[in-house]
């Protein structure tokens, strides 16, 4: 390799290396601002705001947000008299994501492996509607699911809030089939021979088989439902108790003061950002490589 060639390829790296080292600091930017300010006291929030560093650093933000003070005791700190019920809230948050991520991906594995399996007629055309379901935005399903809740009397109620989530999505079910048609035709057959049906087929061999992708398919679902914030703000405009999205949404609303309480909602979306990260920490390599495969069948 000549000089001129290792020139253009170091020339290159340098620039790739450029260009992911501004994507990072462009997506890390914004969580910088929120640890910053999630620590830095209520009184000092706009001192110093062009330093990465809080002024007076303390934990009093997370204390407010989770109940540890009472509203007198957040008003003499600096806050703002904002009220926010964060362990409700989450608990709200959990249950709504657990929902969604056992029904939608039950309903889109059972889905996927008909696809992949199973025989019948207009298969296939049935199959390129879920796919070209992927082309839909998302915001033009939200009047007919509205008033479909509406009519059903599911508004303001954790029924209404699961429904559009609970069935087949056509990424989901493109993503599984994909696993399902690598499955061994041989593996099948011998349980046929056993006198198996095609349930026992499919919850005996094909799930434990691909665990992996249901594992993953399950963490993107729970993360996606985790932020969902416009649905649940539409269709439960009255609950006693929101989601957490829709909760820090009213919390910043609130200004009793004349200002947000930007501490506080900044330590609020810090926490409510933890199970995202860990989920990402932990098993992101295995979505990327599930993913991946699923294109390239």
């Known amino acids: 390799m000549n000089a001129a060639v290792r020139r253009r390829l170091s020339l290159g790296r340098s ?57 007198e005791q957040s008003l003499a700190l600096g806050g703002s008299g904002a009220e926010l019920d964060f362990l409700r809230s989450l608990g709200r948050s959990l249950l709504f994501t657990a929902l969604v991520v056992v029904l939608q991906t039950g309903s889109c594995a059972m889905a996927a492996y008909a696809f992949a399996r199973l025989r019948f007629p207009g298969r296939r055309v049935l199959f390129a509607l879920f796919t070209a379901s992927m082309m839909l935005p998302g915001v033009v399903l939200f009047i007919p699911n509205f008033i479909l809740v509406r009519d059903l009397g599911w508004l303001n109620t954790m029924a ?54 249901l594992a993953t398919l399950a963490m ?30 009213a919390f910043k609303a609130q200004s009793p003061q004349g200002q947000v309480d930007w501490t506080g909602l900044m330590a609020a979306s810090a926490i409510a950002l933890l199970p995202t990260l860990v989920l990402l920490v932990l098993a992101g390599r295995r979505v990327v490589e599930s993913v991946q495969f699923s294109g390239g069948k």
């Open 15 to 71: 620039l790739a290396w450029l260009a992911l080292g501004a994507m990072v600091l462009i997506t890390c930017g914004p969580l910088v601002v929120m640890l910053r300010t999630a620590f830095e006291h209520p009184s000092a929030v706009y001192e110093g705001a062009a330093s990465a560093w809080p002024q007076q650093p303390t934990w009093v933000n997370f204390q407010r947000v989770l109940g540890g003070l009472t509203p």
């Open 160 to 213: 209404g809030m699961v429904a559009p989530f609970a069935l087949m999505s056509g990424f989901a079910v493109f993503f599984l089939r994909q696993f399902f048609l690598a499955l061994p035709r041989d593996l099948e057959e011998a349980a046929r021979l056993d006198g198996a049906g095609p349930w026992t087929i499919f919850w005996r061999i094909a799930l434990p088989l691909n665990a992996t992708p």
């Open 220 to 249: 993107l679902t729970g993360i996606g439902a985790w932020n969902e914030f416009f649905w649940p703000f539409i269709a439960a405009p009255g609950a006693e108790v929101p989601v957490l999205p829709v909760a820090l949404q």
